[in-house]
């Protein structure tokens, strides 16, 4: 048998040859012959906030999970054993109820995961400077050059990382390794949950050839019904296409797209990237126009960006209102303030004056709350406002009810617009 570069994925022994371990027989072995050659990846943890529902609630363990926004609400994360049933991201709740009857809803607890997240990136910075964060529960990272460092080759260190996420913080991570960002993200899906997948530059383009272009990271339904309708629906059939002729008809992202069936991304690993914005939206079972139901929305939503950007110790100029109305119309509507803000109660004000003029335009199906112009939280909301003498009142006590839920948990103290 030829030497094959090989990786035990549970004790971290690295021998030749495949098979099972040979120190201590397990099955899960990493086998590839590019293995301690790829340093691109890309990290992303399994339903993470369903495994952290589960990590500190053990009775949730073995049931079907989805976390979400209640019965009028959307799924945010579902759990595998949910999964297994149909449920999946951004589905309706009533729709989801039906698909798994059984599941237990568990209010999203945004503060936790991302004092979790910041765990992640934290062990993640370990392995290398170079680490690009997507969202909480995924990230790209660059190990280029850091096998002298660690003493070992990206592989070893990625799948330690993941073993170190289980041990030490009671949740699971799947990983892609490629030689690219596009196929590092791609490798990252193939074998979910607690998946290491790999995909060699030498097996690039076969690997493409019968997969379809939905696997594209930004194609949409709106960009793969266009290209059906150029009669490309797998890299092969994109692969047949002149770059010319693809730039001609779908612009930009033609060229992208040529380059992509051929498995080449330039993009670097991006480290430090900034946050753009932080945004939270309801989508509602029974389109509605009622304006305390609305208006209870608003606040929660409010709430839920506002412990974001305090986990992540970051403010925003920009809060910014979204509507879609029955017919799908969808209203936008944003507010610049005079200093950044991270308080729920600002947030919410700002946003309660974006909606009154369009109040009347419903019945909506959807409402979100966004934050952005994003910069750290030093220096927010120090300014009083005239205009609004109890405002720096009403923050402190937003900041000592935070306290308060900090030791005692989220329902500690509710507000009374939140139980709208």
Known sequence: MNAMPSLCRDCLTPFDAGGRCPACRSPRVLTHPELNDLSIAHMDCDAFYAS???????????????????????????????????????????????????????????DVYSAVSRQVRAMMDDLTPVVEALSLDEAFMDLTGTARLHGAPPAVMLARLVKRMQDELGITG???????????????????????????????????????????????????????????????????????????????MGTRLWHLARGQDRRRVSANAPVKGISNETTFHADTADPEVLDGHIWRLAEKVAGRAKAKDIA??????????????????????????????????????L?????????????????????????????????????????????????IRARWGDGAILKGRSLR
């Open 316 to 353: 925003g100029r920009v809060v910014t209102l979204k509507l879609k109305r029955a017919n799908h119309a969808i209203l936008t509507r944003r507010l610049t303030l005079t200093d950044p803000t991270q308080i729920a109660d600002r947030i919410y004000r700002t946003a309660r004056v």
């Open 355 to 403: 909606f009154d003029p369009v109040a009347g335009e419903g019945p909506f199906r959807l409402l979100g709350v966004g934050l952005s112009d994003l910069t750290g939280a030093e220096g927010a909301d120090r300014v009083g406002d005239l205009l609004d003498p109890q405002a720096q009142a009403r923050a402190r006590a937003e900041r000592a009810t935070d306290a």
């Open 52 to 110: 952290v529902e589960k990590r500190d609630n053990p009775e949730l363990r073995d049931k079907p999970v989805i976390v979400g926004g209640g019965s009028r609400g959307v799924v945010t994360t579902a759990c595998y054993i949910a999964r297994i049933k149909g449920v999946r991201s951004a589905m309706p709740m009533f729709q989801a109820l039906k698909l798994c009857p059984e599941a237990v809803i568990v209010r999203p607890r945004f």
């Open 174 to 252: 799947s990983i892609g390794l490629s030689h690219n960002k596009f196929l590092a993200k791609i490798a990252s899906d193939l074998d979910k949950p607690r998946g290491f997948s790999i995909i060699g530059a030498a097996e690039t383009v076969d690997f493409l050839h019968d997969k379809p272009v939905g696997l594209i990271w930004g194609v949409g339904a709106v960009t793969r019904e266009a290209l059906e309708r150029a009669g490309i629906r797998t890299f092969a059939d994109l692969k047949r296409w002149d770059e010319r002729d693809l730039t001609a008809r779908f612009g930009g």
